[in-house]
Every structure is written in structure tokens, then in C-alpha cells.
């Protein structure tokens, strides 16, 4: 079983501009992935990078899965792996590089190394299980990387299982739309609890998260229903949506991750 992880150095307009980013995203995977607290002990002694025009790739074996009580391997025998392997969404127990992990081991140093003009994008994919799908975890980790580079940071990494989610998609709302698109359902909302102190904003935020029930968001604002529902018409009023309406949720919930 493999991963890949590519990486990419770039640096600001003022910074070391001379200096190549790919032989120095190489020289950095080298250096993150031959850490056994990043990789295992076992992996560390084989992985293979090369750099390619600005970025860096890596090809991380992972140890094999041990095979299961009835003798059967815990592989699915496809090419990428599945929802039942411990590493194949990022989570769990399980000999998979994750992203949050490798994130976690190196930001510190590496954002020091660079200083003020450099910076470090990397992207993590899932785990797979023959040599034809290579390609397709190339592509997977080069997708991840870029959402990974639309974050603020100087060392910025994203995996896999962020390509599954509305996460993959909001980094590239261009900045007109984005502000748009928050202002025409949220500046109403900010203006009235500006005005009246109504927490409407809160409120909002807390529906959305109990799933629109009206006991659960009630208790955790430590409201009676009756102000809860009074608030939530108050918000229709003045945004001309309905709470009641998947679309107009959904409308909401973009918009409050985008602000």
C-alpha cells in the first residue's frame, strides 16, 4: 500500500525569488518524512521523493494491514481504499499518513525555517493498493494541496478526505462573491442585533448546528422555545428566507462559513 504527498515551496515577490521552490519542497518531504513519528519506523527507510518544475512529490509504502482472524486481508483488493480501512478517511487507528498529523509534527519548524517570505503547501492523499492507482492518488494529493494553499499560514497541509466536503470547494469563492453573497443574508442580521442586541447571528449559528431542532437549539441557548421561534421568524423577516427550506438553510450555512 502507498501514499503520495505532494508539496510545493513558493516564495513572496520580495523574498528568494532566485531560489527554486521544487528541490527545496524535495529537501523538505525528505526531511518531515524520514521522522518515524511522522511515517512509522518501518516506512521511513523507503520513501521516495523527486521534484518536478516547483513541487515535490513523495511515495510513502505502508506497512501491509494485518490480515483478519478468518484469514481474509483487511484490504478490499481495489485500488484506493475503502471506508473500512483505518486510514482511508483520515481517521482512526491505522498505519495511513494523515494530514492533520504531519501538519501538527512540522508547522512549528518549518514555519520558523522559512521566515517571512517563504511558504509550504502540502497534500496528502488516501492510501492505495496497487501501482495503477498511482495516478489517480497523484491527482488526489495535488487537489489537496491546493486546497491547502487557499489557507493563510506559512505551513499549510490538507488530505483527502477534505475533497469529500463543501471544505474543497469554499477556498475558491472568488472575494466579490463571497462578500456578496455573506452580506446579502448577513449584514441584515448583524445591522438588527447591532441595533437591538438580539443575538441573532448567535442564534442562527446555533439552529443551524442542532440541526433546526427547536428543542435541542432551545437548551443550548437556554431560551424558552417561544423566544427561540420568535427569533428564527425574526431572522426570516429580515432576510426574506425560510428556516423551514433545505436550500435556504444550506444558503445560510455557506454563507456563515464564508464570513
Not at 520513501?47 to 515535490?56: C, L, M, R
Not at 504531519?102 to 519548524?109: E, F, I, Q, S, T
Request: aromatic fraction near 4%.
Amino acid at each position: 500500500h502507498w501514499q503520495v504527498v505532494v508539496a510545493r515551496v513558493e516564495w513572496d515577490e520580495d523574498g528568494a525569488s532566485e531560489v527554486r521552490g521544487g528541490p527545496v519542497a524535495q529537501a523538505l518531504l525528505e526531511e518531515i518524512l524520514v521522522d518515524p513519528a511522522v511515517t512509522g519506523p518501518d516506512s521511513a527507510d523507503r520513501i521516495a521523493v523527486a521534484h518536478t518544475g516547483d513541487e515535490a512529490i513523495a511515495l510513502v509504502p505502508l506497512p501491509a494491514a494485518p490480515d483478519r482472524p478468518d484469514g481474509e486481508a483487511s484490504g478490499t483488493g481495489s485500488d484506493t481504499a475503502s471506508d473500512e480501512d483505518p486510514g482511508a478517511d483520515g481517521h482512526g487507528e491505522g498505519p495511513a499518513l494523515h494530514a492533520d498529523a504531519l501538519l501538527a509534527a512540522v508547522r512549528a519548524p518549518l514555519s520558523a525555517g522559512l521566515g517571512d517570505d517563504g511558504r509550504l503547501t502540502l497534500g496528502v492523499s488516501a492510501s492505495v493498493h496497487s501501482a495503477e492507482g498511482l495516478r489517480g492518488a497523484l491527482e488526489e494529493a495535488r487537489h489537496a494541496r491546493r486546497v491547502a494553499a487557499a489557507r493563510p499560514g506559512r505551513v499549510c497541509a490538507a488530505g483527502h478526505h477534505e475533497l469529500a466536503s463543501h471544505v474543497l470547494l469554499l477556498p475558491f469563492v472568488p472575494d466579490d462573491v463571497r462578500r456578496a453573497f455573506t452580506a446579502r443574508l448577513l449584514d441584515p442580521l448583524r445591522e438588527y442585533d447591532r441595533r437591538h442586541r438580539a443575538e441573532l447571528i448567535p442564534t442562527l449559528e446555533a439552529f443551524l448546528d442542532c440541526d433546526g431542532s427547536w428543542t435541542r437549539c432551545a437548551a443550548r441557548l437556554h431560551l424558552h422555545v417561544n423566544t427561540l421561534r420568535y427569533r428564527v421568524g425574526r431572522i426570516e423577516q429580515l432576510t426574506g428566507r425560510d428556516l423551514a427550506r433545505l436550500e435556504d438553510k444550506l444558503d445560510f450555512f455557506l454563507a456563515l462559513r464564508m464570513s
